[in-house]
């Protein structure tokens, strides 16, 4: 069986095997592949569109996925923005219970006109809250409203600064939890508006950890079609907490991860807590 079959063949077998009465959201069906496709090029969309169909399976057992993306037109990479592993860059939708999931959906696509890379970038971002403002919090099968909340702008702003970076999953591995700055706070558009001032440092600027605390559930796929993804939560931090990691480098934030955790706030980003140093 060549590799183009192999995938194919990955493409329907999760959502045929292991019935479950967890809603599906989106229905996926063997890709239609043109012509005058190469090989390799068929291979490529057909490992892209299994590689879409893994992550909609993965995220259905965790919450119900809106069956509609937050995308955009125009692809940002064709406007300056910085490239993912190919020009689909969208953010998917997860509802649980009184908390929103939003995720990155494209960074651990396979690379455009590139064969042997494995899945893109290998991880996607996520950030879950509790905390949307009711105008940017759509009802069920509603989604464009989250792109108005603070939620959406922030893990837009990491998701660039990651593709920027290429990924981040050797940082991961090599440091454990990453913190990365935002600065010029008040310039944004949504962020600015929502979040309080215990958010904000006096220089402007806000702060998140990348990749802990880990969530309740699991956030490695092996079963991708090119390579395992790992899901990479974004979580909130407060001003002080972001000081602290300033001052202590890798201990503080390691450091700060024990007190989440303690805290019972784990990986989800609350705007109603405390700070914990």
């Not at 990479?77 to 592993?85: R, V």
């Not at 969208?90 to 396979?110: F, H, M």
């Not at 600015?192 to 309740?216: H, I, N, R, Y």
């Not at 972001?242 to 955790?261: C, F, P």
Request: with cysteine; charged share 25%.
């Amino acid at each position: 069986m060549n590799f183009l079959k192999k995938l194919l063949t990955l493409l329907k077998s999760p959502l045929t095997q292991d019935a479950q009465p967890t809603p599906q959201p989106r229905e996926f069906r063997e890709p239609v592949t043109p012509s005058n496709l190469s090989e390799a090029e068929a291979a490529n969309q057909a490992a892209r569109q299994a590689s879409e169909a893994c992550l909609d399976l993965h995220w259905g057992f965790i919450g119900t996925v809106e069956r509609d993306v937050l995308s955009y037109i125009i692809s940002p990479s064709f406007s300056g923005g910085p490239y993912w592993p190919s020009t689909r860059q969208a953010y998917r939708v997860v509802r649980r219970g009184d908390t929103v999931i939003i995720a990155t959906e494209g960074l651990s696509d396979p690379f455009d006109d590139a064969e042997g890379m494995g899945n893109g970038f290998e991880m996607e971002l996520f950030i879950e809250t509790a905390d949307i403002p009711e105008h940017a919090r759509g009802p069920l099968g509603e989604v464009d409203p989250f792109k108005r909340s603070w939620a959406f702008e922030l893990v837009e702003h990491v998701a660039k600064t990651v593709a920027d970076a290429g990924g981040i999953t050797h940082q991961l591995e090599q440091h454990g939890a990453l913190s990365l700055e935002i600065p010029g706070f008040s310039r944004s558009h949504h962020m600015s508006d929502q979040l309080p001032k215990l958010f904000v440092t006096d220089d402007d600027s806000t702060g998140v950890l990348l990749g802990a605390p880990e969530p309740d559930f699991p956030t490695r796929l092996d079963d991708m079609p090119l390579s395992p993804v790992r899901l990479v939560p974004v979580v909130l931090i407060t001003a002080s907490e972001l000081e602290y990691v300033r001052d202590g480098g890798r201990g503080a934030r390691e450091d700060l991860v024990s007190r989440l955790k303690a805290a019972g706030i784990g990986h989800m980003s609350s705007l109603r807590r405390a700070s914990v140093v």
